[in-house]
């Protein structure tokens, strides 16, 4: 690195210290400023600027100091910190000038160490073995604040999942230097606050990570298959000693660490020596043509004198060549590192986000009663109306807003899915190619740890049932590699979840077949495609010619079909012979509220879910018919279909026993349709779902309650438990 650089790197620090409000130095900031006096540092060392390696070194302990709040004068601390930079900046632009700088660094020096409380040499500082804090013999005892470790870990744990997708967009895309960017910045930033919490194995780990990808993205090594396995593998790494972490603060038992660090570092070190090529070289090229300083000729000349021994970086040789200025080069290697930081998000503890929109669920919940109350006035002020119409609709938009703060991007599912999709093709020797759209599509946070589980078993179907292995693609005319794509998008008030393949497809005889042999069914002369698919739903019915560890038991899509209708949900198949099969899931966007038809039954009110219900009628009495073995029926659209009277499974006294004389909701569940009995249609309206607590939340046929406008609770009806209870099943 040139002195220009080294300058631009302190006047970096200096523009940082100037932004900092009021002195407030917190984890975040102490990282950043770590980082840039480290960077200082390495840059120094070649150019033989010892002064600013002392005093770099200097400010890191100081640092560690302030965050830690173990400074005796805390304002002599600061003002120590502001001096080291200002007399960086000194020395760095007088070595750009003359090459040498002839002041005396020492009184600095001292000041650091009258900061600090130690006595401490040149060389030590140098050497960065300032003594550290006594400890106690336990881990426990090397926490110093728990507050800041909490900090690290909920940041420690986000930064993972950031490397964890870039990885694997990294995989797909090898040559693209701006992944390896946003891959090599986490794990800096791991690194940097571990070292200030003296978490040495975390700190050790994600430092030999973050030299490996610096390699990478400085066209040192290539990225190859065996980099993207340890850096994964590093990953989770970190991950599990951050959670033992968690654990160990919250007083929890902490599950052992089945990693070898070892031999995962000997992994690191394998890898970072195996390959010494520039694969990043020309996305360096490209920037350089683009900005107009050079010829497509002039970077393939430069690349082909790179590669060859010695090897040497581009912009090296650039330089030598006298193409391009240090300068031009830096600035070129900036665009690809630039980094947009977002500040336009606030972190809410996620238990003050609830109690926020529960309160507005109050709220909402007591506006529709005082609606009610005048609307029952035959003489209310009119002014007063007004005024109540007007606060409604401002209590709806604020209804909206407040659920929309608990509407998170589904992305981080898609990612946790695309790791778990690469690991099973890997283990099946299947090699895949994985697609996402709509990562930024919103849902429920509650209800993304729900939907995951489902969505694994279907992952895992498609990976062991649906593709092919290369031999069998390759004889089939497809590309070796197996297709598997992730979609969301919204749908009405759904989000719909799609998991497609482009293997082999689903085998409708054989299904049948299974569904045979397993009584599941007893003719197959009116089934549709898409039943004959939805019998892979049922209990005990596989496909699979043999069961592997990932699947194959019959169990897996019944347990999908299960925890899909807990959630409200519905499942479609759609499936071509040796072109695929696509499964297709449909949830409602949240939990806390439901669209819902207010139906009466006797002296009670009930609420069916909006999206089961096909229409609602009063039936002719010669619709109305008694089958033998089929039981009561009412004759909709040409179709009979069961009848179901509510006030009998609920032993409640109606108002009118004739279906003629009341009313019929035709309401869907899967894979078949039910009339069900009630007395009268209040109206439509969106409920706010509350919870029957744990006495009776396994109620069949009922999902929670609500409370409605009159003050009332309304049973929310579960469309399939009611059939159940029809049929005697449960």
Known sequence: MTGNALTKLVNDLASDLVFLDDREIDIPASGKFMNRLEAIAKAAEPLKINELIHISTGLNHILEKIVFGNLHDPELGYDTFEKGIVLMQEISEKYEQTGHYQGDIQPFLNAVVRVIGVVVSTDSLCQNDIPAPVQGTGDRAQIQDVSLVKDFISEGLEYIDEIEVNILNLEQDPDNGETINTIFRPFHSIKGVASFLNLEKIRDLAHNLENLLDKARNMEIRVTPPLIDVILDGADALKAMILQLKDEIENQPVKPLNIDLLVLLQRIQVVEKSDKEAPLTQKLGEILVSDGLLTEIDINRAVRSALAPPVKKLGEVLIEEGKVTPRQVSQ??????????????????????????????????????????????????????????????????????????????????????????????????????????????????????????????????????????????????????????????????????????????????????????????????????????????????????????VSGRGVGMDVVKQAVEKLRGKIDIDSAAGRGTTLSTSFPLTLAIIDGMIVKVGSEVYVIPTMAIRQALRPVRDHYNCVVNKGETIKVMGQLLPLVRLYDLFGIEPLRRDPWDSIVVVVEGENRTKCLLVDEIIGKAEVVIKSLGAGLKHINGVSGGAILGDGRIGLILDPEGIFELSEGKI
Do not use: C, W
């Open 332 to 549: 070129a290697l900036r665009k690809q590192t630039e980094q947009a930081t977002d500040a336009s998000t606030l972190r809410v503890d996620v238990h003050k986000l609830d109690d926020l929109i529960d309160m507005v669920g109050e709220l909402v919940i007591t506006q529709s009663m005082i609606q009610e109350d005048l609307s029952r006035q035959i003489n209310a002020d009119k002014n007063l109306m007004r005024d109540i119409a007007l606060f409604s609709r401002i209590m709806t938009s604020l209804q909206r807003t407040s659920m929309k703060l608990r509407m998170i991007p589904i992305r981080q599912t898609f990612q946790r899915m695309s790791r778990l999709i690469r690991d099973l093709a890997k283990s099946a020797g299947k090699p895949v190619v994985i697609e996402m759209q709509g990562e930024e599509t919103e849902i429920d946070r509650k209800m993304i740890d729900e939907i995951y589980n489902p969505l694994v078993h279907m992952v895992r179907n498609a990976i062991d049932h649906g593709l092919e292995t290369p031999a069998e693609r390759i004889r089939a005319g497809k590309p070796e590699k197996g297709l598997v794509s992730l979609r969301a998008y919204h749908r009405g008030g759904n989000i719909v979840i799609e998991i497609s393949d482009d293997g082999r497809g689903l085998n409708k005889g054989r299904i049948i077949d299974k569904a045979f042999k397993k009584g599941l069914i007893s003719n197959a002369e009116n089934l549709s495609d898409q039943d004959v698919y939805k019998l892979i739903l049922l209990p005990g019915l596989s496909t699979a010619e043999q069961v592997t560890d």
